[in-house]
């Protein structure tokens, strides 16, 4: 029987994202989410998810989007732009980077604030994972291999999508950002494996990141090879408020329907495919 985690992540970022997770989680297939401890939203956030506890909870940690630090931009100069803010994309982290002028050392400092946050909540988490996935990144990857054994965290996500899904269809600066992001998940397997972090076999979500909608849903879930997979969704109550602080072109609402969705309900259980956190995996 194929396991499957279906992880919403962005929770905290605003209220039209954590009533859709709560949402998909009491009346959909959502099964997971990852709190954001810099999201405008947080502690509606944790407030509501306290009143889901099959609620599968992680951490997603961000170094992007526009968001403030949970430290002060004075503690951290090297992570923000002139508006005390951190960048928009990842593209300008990793230029920061190349350049030299990312401090580790301040990396280090506000994941640890960003963590400890979370965990003073008293939540049960059970994994980590990151805003676009930079926790994969070979600097930072070491990073949060220390503070994932710091707070006794040992579930992860690492999103190695299949090079080969939707290889002729997708769009393709999304297979290159697939592919790249692809090939530091596997580099990383290797320290997942020597610290004994545990993680899905299988990742989705990378080429219809923002676009999972209910037919690439049902098209994904018809493919899925034997194993435990993550399914990343990021669903919203609506599409037009999101679009309105968030210039990322994603479907927030699309995503949100397809959780809800009875056929996609009727797929999984005709495919005998049984849902799960991260918390089920050894």
Not at 205 to 217: K, Y
Request: glycine content about 8%.
């Amino acid at each position: 029987m194929n396991r499957v985690i279906i992880n919403a992540d962005d929770f905290g970022i605003h209220t039209e994202v954590n009533q859709a997770v709560i949402e998909a989680c009491g009346q959909g297939v959502l099964t997971s989410t990852s709190l954001l401890a810099n999201g405008p939203a947080f502690d509606q956030a944790v407030d509501l998810v306290r009143k889901c506890p099959k609620l599968g909870i992680g951490i997603h940690l961000s170094l992007v989007g526009s968001l403030p630090t949970v430290l002060s931009a004075k503690e951290v100069p090297t992570l923000v732009q002139s508006d005390g803010l951190l960048p928009e994309s990842y593209t300008e982290v990793i230029k920061r980077a190349c350049q030299g002028k990312l401090d580790y050392g301040q990396v280090y400092r506000e994941f640890d604030a960003q963590m400890e946050k979370i965990m003073a909540t008293g939540l049960p988490i059970d994994h980590l994972d990151s805003h676009q996935h930079l926790h994969v990144l070979p600097q930072i990857w070491s990073i949060v291999q220390s503070l994932m054994m710091k707070y006794g965290i040992h579930r992860l996500r690492i999103p190695r999508e299949a090079y080969s899904y939707k290889v002729l269809s997708a769009n393709p600066v999304r297979i290159a950002g697939r592919d790249g992001l692809t090939y530091l998940s596997r580099k990383a397997m290797t320290s997942v494996r020597r610290l004994h972090f545990t993680t899905t076999d299988f990742f989705w979500g990378m080429v219809d990141g923002g676009h999972m909608t209910e037919s690439n849903l049902h098209y994904l879930i018809d493919r899925l090879p034997f194993g435990t997979h993550e399914i990343m969704m990021h669903p919203g109550r609506s599409t037009a408020v999101l679009s309105q602080s968030f210039a990322w072109g994603y479907h927030w609402q699309d995503e949100f329907q397809a959780l809800l969705s009875p056929e996609i309900r009727r797929q999984l259980e005709a495919k005998q495919i049984e849902l799960i956190t991260y918390g089920d995996l050894p």
